[in-house]
């Protein structure tokens, strides 16, 4: 565990002494343990933050200067996650898009939790994390237990099987009642927002997720067995852990998302 003398030490605290990051730390990871003369913040600092870009670059930061505590006697890689996961800021709130004046909000399909599961907290993991999340892609309304919130608690996140369930939407004659997310699908803004596309098609062409996620025959790939093979059913799987190979077609994906990016830019 990082000790609190060890760290009053560190460049991070002296560069970074009240603001968010360190009072959130003296606050939080050190409770109770601060010495006389520290001041502990009755409130933590705000963060001037305004785009997804801004707030992606300040976490990148954040991880390299907590990366940096490794270096520290006793320190793990669960403390430096504690630290990280409890400062971190997710992009996602500060990327919307309206569509027929319904608000949506960014839908990470790699979690910074799902990262650090994979690599650890290690140059990987912030490498990682740099690629795939430089960019928001998927936006769903923003929408308490909307589709961000449940197709994690009904699908484990997978992406795949959240656009089929769409899918089925869509060919059932916008029947939510067909759906495994028909909760979602009902509430008020994701139904005024799912109503604005006559079809599967539209929606995709609004996601711009063509060629990435889902071919030009509206047909879903499937991210478990990847080689553009098609997703006719919904994954067994429901649970948070995907499998390697899930994890490596979801990055696949993103690859191809971006070149496409490029390239119609």
């Given amino acids: 565990m990082l000790k609190v003398e060890d760290?009053?030490?560190?460049?991070?605290?002296?560069?970074?002494?009240?603001?968010?990051?360190?009072?959130?730390m003296?606050?939080?990871?050190?409770?109770?343990?601060?010495?006389?003369?520290?001041?502990?913040?009755?409130?933590?600092?705000?963060?001037?933050?305004?785009?997804?870009?801004?707030?992606?670059?300040?976490?990148?930061?954040?991880?390299?200067?907590?990366?940096?505590?490794?270096?520290l006697p006793g320190v793990t890689e669960e403390d430096l996650w504690a630290i990280a996961y409890d400062v971190y800021i997710d992009p996602d709130g500060y990327d919307i898009r309206e569509q027929s004046g319904v608000a949506c909000s960014a839908d990470a399909l790699l979690s910074?939790?799902?990262?650090?599961?994979?690599?650890?907290?290690?140059?990987?993991m912030i490498a990682e994390y740099e690629k795939y999340r430089k960019y928001p892609i998927f936006h769903f309304p923003k929408e308490k237990n909307g589709i961000n919130m449940s197709r994690a608690a009904v699908f484990g996140d997978r992406i795949d099987s959240t656009l089929?369930?769409?899918?089925?939407?869509?060919?059932?004659?916008?029947?939510?009642?067909?759906?495994?997310?028909?909760?979602?699908?009902?509430?008020?803004?994701?139904a005024l927002f799912l109503n604005t596309f006559e079809s599967?098609?539209?929606?995709?062409?609004?996601?711009?997720?063509?060629?990435?996620?889902?071919?030009?025959?509206d047909e879903v790939f499937d991210l478990e067995n990847g080689n553009a093979s098609i997703l006719t059913n919904y994954?067994?799987?429901?649970?948070?852990?995907?499998?390697?190979?899930?994890?490596?077609?979801?990055?696949?994906a993103i690859d191809k998302y971006m070149e496409l990016k490029v390239k119609n830019n």
């Fill in 200 to 217: 599967f098609a539209e929606l995709v062409d609004w996601l711009g997720v063509r060629g990435s996620f889902v071919n030009e025959q």
């Fill in 26 to 71: 003296l606050k939080n990871y050190f409770k109770g343990q601060v010495p006389d003369g520290i001041k502990v913040p009755a409130r933590v600092q705000s963060v001037p933050l305004k785009s997804y870009e801004d707030v992606y670059k300040w976490d990148i930061n954040n991880f390299q200067e907590i990366l940096a505590l490794k270096s």
């Fill in 235 to 252: 994954h067994p799987e429901s649970d948070w852990k995907w499998s390697d190979n899930y994890y490596k077609h979801v990055k696949s």
């Fill in 7 to 24: 760290f009053l030490d560190t460049r991070l605290y002296k560069e970074y002494k009240d603001t968010y990051v360190v009072d959130k």
């Fill in 112 to 124: 910074f939790k799902r990262i650090y599961t994979m690599y650890g907290y290690t140059e990987n």
């Fill in 164 to 190: 089929l369930d769409l899918k089925v939407y869509y060919e059932n004659g916008k029947n939510a009642e067909e759906c495994r997310l028909k909760n979602a699908f009902k509430l008020h803004n994701t």
